[in-house]
Every structure is written in C-alpha cells, then in structure tokens.
C-alpha cells in the first residue's frame, strides 16, 4: 500500500467542514482507494493521508492533487504532496 499525505492551510473553519462532506465521498471512489483521514494540527493547519493499494492509484491521486483548484476555505500546499510506502497498517 501508497499513501499520499498533504498539508493544508484552513482559511474557513466552517467552509472547509462543508467542503469536507462533499470531498471524501469523491476521494474513497477514486480508483485504488483503501482509507484517509484529515487531522487538525492547529485552528488553521492540517494533515490528509489518503491510503491506496497501489503506487500507481496514489501517484495517480498525487497528480490529480498537484492540478487540482483549493476547496472552499482551504489551501493546499502543492509543494509537500508525497507519495509515502506504508511500513504497516492495521
């Protein structure tokens, strides 16, 4: 398994929870979709790693990232979009 595990800037708490709903159901359809989560580091900072079962579908994800517009409230950081081996998961 391949994770891709980004940075985000929170502009908009409350937009960025809306963008949320419609966000993860687009992401766990993506081809290759294992698991993914976004955790708050701060008030206006985060983390997503979003697990798939191969290096292709995560890279593919990856790249999908790098083109992809910011959603509502929130910004992210195209320069830390990386494509991680998973030593282990449970």
């Keep these: 398994m391949h994770a ?10 409350s ?7 419609q966000i993860v159901p687009q992401v ?4 290759g979709f294992a698991a993914g989560c976004r ?3 701060s008030a206006d900072t985060g ?3 979003v697990m798939f079962k191969s290096e292709e579908a995560a890279q593919g994800f990856a790249d999908f990232l790098k083109g992809a517009p910011d959603a509502a409230g929130v910004t992210l950081d ?3 979009i990386d494509v991680c081996q998973a ?3 449970a």
Excluded: C, F, G
């Excluded at 937009?15 to 709903?21: N, S």
């Design 28 to 31: 766990s359809s993506t081809p």
């Design 15 to 21: 937009a960025a929870a809306a963008e949320l709903d």
């Design 39 to 41: 955790v708050a580091r």
């Design 87 to 89: 030593l282990a998961h």
């Design 78 to 80: 195209r320069d830390h």
């Design 4 to 13: 891709v595990v980004h940075s985000v800037t929170i502009n908009d708490r």
């Design 47 to 49: 983390i997503a790693m």
